[in-house]
């Protein structure tokens, strides 16, 4: 395999809502949303969990000079590692962010300036010394890289999500985090969207029987994960946005129990490289 044909995902954050390191999260980790695809030499970076933290160092370490970083959505927990992402410090680093649920009511960098002001934050976004901002509609089939296709889909999600499906060569991983099923009803974009998909990350916040108790939430199950898969005829699942309240312990059997009803199906750890 030469350097072009690379193509992978790794998980720098794998939780949901808060970061819970500790010592009954180290198996599957205790940071929020990050994902590093790399496609071939180029990497694009979904989310900016606190996860981010630890890519952003291992970026500067390889000498990029140049980083994409798009985003699901922008609540807490997937933009709380933004104020300390270090290639955003480099004067010879250009960072361009990238959403597309905010238009037309906001814009990314006013959610960004907004999180890095006073009195929620000491340092200004204007510190950064060379970021570009990119607001788009979500729907938009885009190529951030040569090579590498990036489709969008919307996804059910209070104050609206995006979801991503980034191709290259013949290959497709899917991210679907945070969504919310209806009960009973597959949701025909998602399914739609995930079509013969070699990866799908999807939301699997809950189980069948918590989500009884969080309807409206706006997270989905292990169990409606693999009724997409099968739906869609994906290859591989991958559960994530664990449940912040979620032990290594806790998540060990809920991850047996989806390789049950679904072999090859995996709940996500920090550090875990999957290649399609």
């Not at 030499?41 to 952003?56: F, T």
Request: glycine share 10%; hydrophobic share 40%.
């Amino acid at each position: 395999m030469t350097d072009q044909d690379v193509f992978s995902i790794r998980f720098w954050g794998t939780r949901g809502s808060i970061a819970v390191p500790g010592p009954t999260t180290v198996q599957f980790g205790g940071n929020t949303t990050c994902f590093e695809i790399r496609c071939g030499r180029e990497v694009l970076v979904i989310d900016g969990g606190s996860g981010l933290m630890g890519l952003g160092r291992k970026l500067l370490r390889e000498g990029r000079r140049d980083v994409k970083i798009f985003f699901t959505h922008t609540h807490w927990d997937h933009i709380c590692g933004i104020p300390f992402f270090a290639p955003a410090y480099a004067p010879d680093t250009e960072v361009h962010f990238y959403a597309g649920h905010l238009l037309p009511d906001s814009s990314l960098k006013a959610v960004l300036c907004n999180m890095m002001m006073a009195p929620l934050f000491p340092v200004p976004i204007e510190v950064f010394r060379s970021c570009r901002f990119n607001d788009f509609e979500c729907g938009l089939v885009q190529e951030p890289v040569p090579g590498v296709t990036l489709r969008t889909c919307w996804l059910n999600h209070p104050n609206g999500a995006c979801g991503y499906r980034i191709e290259h060569g013949d290959k497709s991983i899917c991210i679907i985090t945070d969504t919310e099923h209806r009960k009973g009803e597959l949701d025909q974009t998602i399914v739609d969207f995930c079509r013969n998909a070699d990866i799908m990350v999807y939301d699997a916040m809950f189980t069948d029987d918590e989500y009884e108790r969080h309807v409206g939430w706006g997270h989905s199950t292990w169990q409606e994960a693999i009724r997409v898969a099968d739906a869609a005829g994906v290859e591989k699942v991958v559960l994530f946005h664990h449940n912040p309240m979620n032990s290594d312990e806790r998540m060990f059997a809920i991850e047996a129990a989806a390789a049950e009803a679904r072999p090859g199906t995996v709940a996500a750890r920090e550090g875990m490289e999957l290649v399609p």
